[in-house]
């Protein structure tokens, strides 16, 4: 109790502010991105079952075994069964090739399936499958085939009726083979149809669902009972790349974050150094009144827990609210509301802010405790010198455990910490040059700036650590905020006027010059048209993909999906041969393989070496002939693997090509689309602005996060003041018992924090033209123009910034009478 | 009061024996006080004087337990203080002594009632802000009570001083030139402040100082220089 009424008259003091804020800002900073990362990360989660429609999905060519159903109802997990292939439906003379779904009672298990009375509306959900006898089909199957609810569709042998329009179904699916148009029959009806035939390409799928312990010992059974060429998805696997992406951008976010968390410990361990100053008599006071040192221990203790405490409540609440706001701001990107915030992110708030105050208060609190009663009478004595393992050891520790926990990766976090220290030295070293630069200009200028220079001179250290601070605060919101919107824009503009802006996709074999002569009676100017097959890579140099040790995420990605194939005799002007040589006449037939240069490079792929291929359930293998290095923004059909004619071309498969088509050309895709309804079509314009509105949005994520950062600067901004200010005091009443104006004594005060702010800003605008050169140059290969607005917002910004805070932080230190001060016999 | 006072008078308080305190200093050990032997009984008031450097405030720094020496005993309140540690000092601090210091050395961020609590707190003393509003009084202060230490003069500083010594009835007062920051008129009110106050509480005084006339109103006076009792 004792400790705690303490704490609260500290409180009155206002000592504490400063740590308390920085501390709180540490939390919010943190706390603000996982919030958003865990919410964020929720959806996709929730995304990824309604993909599988389903916890757990059981995918095979052949038809599941029933013990495997017997097994799930055995452990009260849910199950349900699709099995799925395309086939041409008719109603009457019209047909249309269909992805024809047979579900059992139950589908699907996560997720909704979307119907309604009318096609291209936006329906509601139901929990039923189609009856007996029924079919639902989507509104382009509807209107290809000229349909409507209530009319016979002829599948296989059987005919059903139309029920229902198919809006959506969960499991949908980006791939191209979900792009023709969808129907779901009951799976009872399926046997009638007599689709199903030796070597029909049917896709089996068992659902699973329930609860997560169950369906995760569920799924270690499955794992070990599986049929070979049986294989089980689940959530994590759904939508890798999302979670990869996902991932990566929290850990960018929370390493943003660790910037501010890094000044807020230097504005916590130059508080609790001053705390430590002002409280060396207190202590030895109490000590001398009686007070153990468990008990002066036990009141620093509890000290610490209740503004670590304090701190996470005020910094959740913060990260909370700006994480709200960040997510309004962001609507859009996701599909789906998002789930609310577990309370994770909270414990990390309080774990973080303990472990700061333990790395950076707590070793100067231990200190003051040291200190001895006879301190009372002689006020030289202070608490005896500590080791600089004990003093520094749990900072550098407390850094390096942030920096590992955010990194979760050993080459990453040797990295990020080898980078600090670098980054620590440029900047300290700029710093001095800076202030040293700023001290000679001293004897140039007026009583008040010479005054206020001097002082920049003469705490050094300080000045340094603060031009250093802030401006690394400043640096990075001018990195983002001048330099990303105009990236996307710099690199729209060095694309042709007239380079492709439509995708066609899913063009039938048959209709293909058909197609391109539609389009080129439209004015468009058209591109190369390419077939397209989808097929699995099995073997690199005779050995098993699964066998292969592949390097970075890329590999792996490259190595699991299904890839698209073509084949073609002429390699596009957007293509250049690299190594081996591009096929001739002579080459018809023969089973060779271009690779594009990502390709190779992510597999480890040379000329010489043989990829096999799974093709529609056939192996194939096939030699690299050449490596291709690809222009991918020419936005011509391009593929990473490109096989020599006459190799693929009995395998059914559909066509794409891109086209120019000016604004009034593009009404006519309209009839293009009734006319050759399975084709799908993208329009990249349409697509740039999703990118650019994305990356606009990703920025403002990041920059609210450094945002954090600015304020972090200006708290270590106001502990240098807060541990000057008695100097300050004493000095300002010696200058004005002097004779100086309290107006003189208040511009030096401008003055100097006017200098600090320029020289941080210059700081942060240097740092941020090299930050941006680098980020366009080497990470974005595109070229660089020098921002002049970042020199004027950063200098003057800065020093805007920094003389109204250091301004507002010291004015009651002019504004004290001399008499007072001195009475008080400051030192 | 006075009859405990009387009763108590025969009892020794305080006792050191061949107490020296030697430091190191780049010319070799420093002896700064040097085999000195004294007996303080229990109500006494006892004046230790002598020129600046001549070692008493280390004497009364060793006789308080805030300092350890290099050789010799100290007895206080019958408790052998060189067999205690730094804790167990303190501990027998809060419960028998009391200090007023030259320079006050009050909390800047208590107010006059919160310093005066302090002690009593310390020790776990229940209402201890009624007993401490009552030692306030008793120094004409209890008006005061919620004012800091930065809003009182000096002479006021050291009458919150004093309310913080007294407060918890000590056994021994140490006082360390408590007249020495401030000027003639105040520090001879502070000085019949306290004498007032040691007679009340039957408390016994260890008084340092190298004023002549305030040691003149101590029953002992005890010199020293160069670090020995003369």
């Known amino acids: ?827 | 009061m006075p009859s405990a006072q009387a009763q108590n008078h025969r009892e020794s308080v305080l006792k050191a024996e061949a107490l020296t305190k030697q430091v190191s200093s780049p010319e070799g050990p420093l002896t700064i006080v040097n085999a000195v032997s004294l007996e303080i009984m229990a109500g006494e008031s006892v004046a230790i004087l002598g020129e600046s450097g001549a070692g008493k405030s280390t004497l009364l720094a060793l006789l308080a337990g805030l300092d350890d020496p290099t050789s010799g005993r100290i007895i206080l309140a019958g408790t052998d203080l060189t067999s205690l540690d730094e804790d167990g000092r303190a501990r027998l601090r809060a419960q028998r002594v009391g200090f007023v210091f030259q320079s006050f050395h009050l909390v800047p961020a208590l107010t006059a009632l919160e310093n005066v609590m302090l002690p009593l707190e310390l020790t776990g003393t229940r209402n201890a802000a009624a007993a401490a509003l009552d030692s306030l009084t008793r120094v004409g202060l209890g008006l005061r009570a919620r004012h800091y230490p930065r809003q009182l003069s000096g002479g006021e500083q050291q009458r919150v001083a004093l309310a913080r010594a007294f407060v918890t009835q000590p056994a021994v007062l140490f006082a360390d030139e408590p007249t020495g920051n401030l000027d003639a008129v105040t520090g001879e009110r502070i000085a019949e402040r306290l004498f007032e106050l040691n007679s009340a509480v039957g408390t016994t005084l260890v008084l340092v100082t190298h004023e002549e006339s305030l040691a003149q109103r101590c029953a002992r006076q005890l010199r020293m220089s160069a670090g020995r009792l003369v």
């Open chain 1, 1 to 827: 109790m004792l400790a705690l009424r303490l704490l609260l008259r500290e409180w009155r003091s206002g000592e504490l502010g400063v740590l308390l804020a920085a501390l709180s800002i540490a939390v919010a900073a943190l706390t603000g991105v996982g919030f958003l990362v865990d919410r964020i990360d929720a959806a996709i989660d929730l995304q990824a079952r309604e993909v599988l429609a389903a916890d757990l999905r059981l995918r095979s060519r052949n038809p599941m075994v029933s013990h495997i159903f017997d097994e799930a109802a055995r452990r009260g997990v849910a199950s349900a069964r699709v099995a799925s292939l395309l086939t041409v439906v008719f109603h009457g003379e019209q047909s249309q090739l269909a992805n024809i779904r047979a579900v059992s009672s139950g589908y699907p298990l996560r997720g909704r399936v979307r119907i309604s009375s009318q096609p291209f509306t936006a329906g509601h959900e139901t929990r039923a499958i189609p009856g007996r006898g029924e079919v639902w089909a989507d509104s382009r199957l509807l209107a290809a085939t000229g349909a409507q609810i209530g009319s016979p569709l002829s599948i296989g042998t059987a005919t059903l009726k139309v029920t229902q329009v198919l809006i959506s179904r969960p499991d949908q699916g980006g791939a191209f083979s979900d792009l023709a148009p969808n129907l779901i029959i009951n799976d009872a009806d399926l046997p009638g149809t007599q689709l199903i035939q030796p070597g029909s390409r049917v896709g089996y799928a068992a659902l699973f669902a329930g609860d997560k312990a169950m369906v995760a010992a569920f799924k270690t059974w499955l794992a070990a009972n599986k049929q070979p060429g049986e294989r089980l998805m689940d959530v994590e696997e759904a939508s890798p790349q999302i979670h990869t992406a996902v991932d990566r951008a929290g850990r960018f976010l929370s390493l943003a974050s660790l910037v501010s968390v890094l000044l807020c410990c230097i504005a916590v361990a130059m508080s609790a150094r001053r705390y430590v100053q002002r409280h060396l008599d207190v202590v030895a006071l109490m000590k001398t009144l009686g007070a153990t040192r468990r008990l002066t221990l036990t009141v620093s203790y509890l000290q610490l827990l209740c503004i670590a405490l304090l701190a996470t409540a005020i910094g959740s609440l913060v990260g909370f609210g700006v994480q709200e706001w960040l997510l309004h701001a962001l609507r859009g990107l996701f599909a789906t509301e998002l789930p609310a915030a577990s309370a994770a992110p909270l414990a990390l708030g309080l774990l973080a802010a303990v472990a700061v105050l333990s790395g950076f208060a707590l070793p100067p609190l231990l200190q003051l405790s040291r200190v001895p009663a006879l301190r009372v009478l002689r006020r030289d004595i202070g608490p005896p010198p500590t080791l600089v393992l004990l003093a520094f050891g749990p900072a550098v520790l407390v850094i390096l455990g942030l920096i590992a926990w955010v990194v979760r990766e050993l080459r990453l976090f040797l990295q990020v910490s080898a980078g600090l220290v670098v980054f620590i030295a440029v900047l300290t070293l700029a710093g001095l040059a800076l202030v040293s630069v700023a001290g000679r200009l001293r004897t140039s200028v007026g009583v008040s700036w010479r005054y206020g220079i001097a002082n920049l001179s003469r705490r050094r250290a300080e000045s340094v650590l603060q031009i250093a601070c802030f401006g690394t605060g400043l640096m990075v919101l001018l990195v983002l905020g001048l330099v990303h919107g105009d990236l996307l824009d710099d690199w729209r503009r060095a694309l042709p006027v007239d380079a492709p802006n439509y995708f066609f996709i899913n063009i039938p074999a048959d209709k293909r010059v058909e197609f391109v002569q539609f389009l080129q009676a439209q004015g468009g100017r058209t591109t190369r048209v390419l077939p397209m097959i989808r097929g699995r890579m099995t073997q690199i140099r005779g050995r098993p993909i699964a066998t292969l040790a592949l390097q970075g995420e890329r590999g792996e990605e490259f190595s699991q999906r299904e890839q698209n194939l073509t084949w073609t005799p002429t390699l596009g002007d957007d293509n250049a041969i690299v190594a081996g040589r591009w096929w001739t006449a002579n080459d018809t037939g023969k089973p060779l393989v271009s690779v594009a240069t990502e390709y190779a490079e992510s597999l480890n792929i040379h000329v010489g070496d043989t990829l096999s291929f799974d093709i529609a359930g056939e192996p194939l293998t096939a030699t690299v002939a050449s490596i291709r290095k690809v222009k991918w923004d020419s936005f011509q059909p391009n593929f990473f693997l490109v096989f020599a004619p006459g190799v693929l071309d009995e395998t059914a498969g559909s066509y794409l090509t891109s086209a120019f088509l000016r604004p009034e050309q593009a009404r006519s895709l309209a009839q293009l689309a009734k006319r050759f309804p399975g084709v799908s079509i993208f329009d990249i314009d349409d697509m740039l602005t999703q990118v650019r509105t994305m990356a606009d949005k990703a920025a403002l994520a990041v920059q609210s996060v450094f945002l954090f950062t600015l304020f972090a600067g200006l708290t270590v901004l106001l502990a240098a003041v807060q541990a000057s200010r008695d100097q300050r005091r004493f000095e300002s009443a010696i200058l004005r018992t002097l004779g100086a104006s309290r107006r003189v004594v208040a511009l030096g005060v401008i003055a100097e924090f006017l200098t600090l702010g320029l020289l941080a800003g210059a700081l942060a605008a240097a740092g941020a033209s090299i930050g941006g050169y680098f980020l366009a140059t080497r990470v974005l290969q595109i070229p660089y123009t020098l921002d002049q607005r970042v020199w004027l917002v950063g200098v003057l910004g800065g020093a805007a910034l920094v003389a109204i805070s250091g301004w507002i932080a010291t004015r009651s230190v002019v504004h004290q009478p001399p008499l007072a001060t001195l009475r008080t016999n400051y030192q």
